[in-house]
C-alpha cells in the first residue's frame, strides 16, 4: 500500500469513527431529550390538574356567595314588602277612623298652656295619663316619616349584611 491509500484508509477509518460517535451521541442526546420531555409533561400535568382544582373551588366558593347573598336579599325584600303592607294597613285604618293616634300629655308642664287636671275626672272611666289626639293628616304624615326610617333600617341593614358576606375571609 502507498501512503496515499493508507493515509485515505486512515482517514475513511476516522470519518467512520467520528460518525459512529456522533451516532451514539444522537441517540444518548435523544434519549436524554426523550426523559426530558416526559418530565417535563408531567409536570405540566400536575401544574394543570391543581389550576383545575383551584377553578373549581374558586366556582364553588362564588356559586355558595351568590346563594347566601340571593337568600339575603329575598329576606330583606320580604322585611321591606312587610314593612310597606304594615303601614298601607295603618294608613287604611287611619283613613277610616278605625285607628286615631295620640301623644301623652304632660301635666306638669306650666309652660305648654294645657290645663289639663292630673287625676281622671268621674266622667271618663280611664285611668291612664291624658292624651290628646292628632289630627288625622298630622298621623298620615308622621306614619310616612315612619315608613321611610322603616326602609332606609331595612336598606341599611341589607347593605351590612351584604358587605359583611362579600368581605368575609374563606
Not at 301623652?104 to 290628646?132: E, I, K, Q, Y
Amino acid at each position: 500500500m502507498t501512503p496515499g491509500q493508507i493515509l485515505a484508509a486512515i482517514l475513511l477509518a476516522m470519518v467512520i469513527s467520528s460518525g459512529g460517535t456522533w451516532q451514539v451521541q444522537d441517540w444518548r442526546m435523544g434519549k436524554k431529550l426523550a426523559e426530558q420531555a416526559g418530565l417535563h409533561k408531567d409536570a405540566l400535568t400536575n401544574v394543570s390538574a391543581a389550576a383545575a382544582k383551584q377553578v373549581s373551588e374558586e366556582q364553588g366558593r362564588r356559586l355558595a356567595l351568590e346563594k347566601t347573598l340571593a337568600t339575603s336579599d329575598q329576606q330583606h325584600t320580604r322585611e321591606l314588602s312587610d314593612a310597606q303592607r304594615n303601614q298601607a294597613r295603618l294608613l287604611d285604618r287611619l283613613a277610616t277612623t278605625d285607628l286615631r293616634l295620640s301623644v301623652l300629655l304632660d301635666a306638669t308642664d306650666s309652660a305648654s298652656g294645657c290645663n289639663v287636671p292630673t287625676a281622671p275626672g268621674a266622667a271618663g272611666v280611664v285611668h291612664a295619663a291624658r292624651r290628646a289626639q292628632l289630627d288625622p293628616a298630622h298621623a298620615r304624615r308622621i306614619i310616612a316619616i315612619t315608613d321611610g326610617g322603616d326602609r332606609g333600617l331595612i336598606a341599611l341593614r341589607a347593605c351590612q349584611a351584604y358587605a359583611r358576606k362579600v368581605s368575609e375571609p374563606d
